[in-house]
Nanobody, 122 residues
Framework: QVQLVESGGGLVQPGGSLTLSCAAS????????VNWYREVPGKQRELVAR?????????MYADSVKGRFTISTDSAKKTVYLQMSNLEPEDTAVYYC??????????????WGQGTQVTVSH
């Protein structure tokens, strides 16, 4: 079955940088869109970045991260990265990747990574 495995989270100083990765594995026919969300207790889940493969790899960023975060993929487009720079304490959250994809079963759907904790603190 399809699995998304996230890595790269950890503790970083304010102003520092960190890159998250999300690797898709399994029997996948195609991926149409990749997303990064973040979640903080008591706050609504926020979409922070998106790349749409089916729309010429167009990207979109939340205002809160624009200019600081960059979404990208490897050449196979089965691993997505979130490059984060100039991190702020407000960026502290659990980050989740989500991919809209079609598995070999033929059923399209959304698949989530397990989440990775990012903590920005002195």
């Amino acid at each position: 079955q399809v699995q998304l495995v996230e890595s790269g989270g950890g503790l970083v100083q304010p102003g520092g940088s960190l890159t998250l990765s999300c690797a898709a594995s399994g029997n996948i026919v195609s991926i149409s869109v990749v997303n990064w969300y973040r979640e903080v207790p008591g706050k609504q889940r926020e979409l922070v970045a998106r790349m749409t493969y089916s729309d010429d790899d167009s990207t979109m960023y939340a205002d809160s991260v624009k200019g600081r975060f960059t979404i990208s993929t490897d050449s196979a487009k089965k691993t997505v990265y979130l490059q984060m720079s100039n991190l702020e304490p407000e960026d502290t959250a659990v980050y989740y990747c989500k991919m809209g994809l079609r598995p070999y079963s033929g059923l399209r759907g959304d698949y989530w990574g397990q989440g990775t904790q990012v903590t920005v603190s002195h």
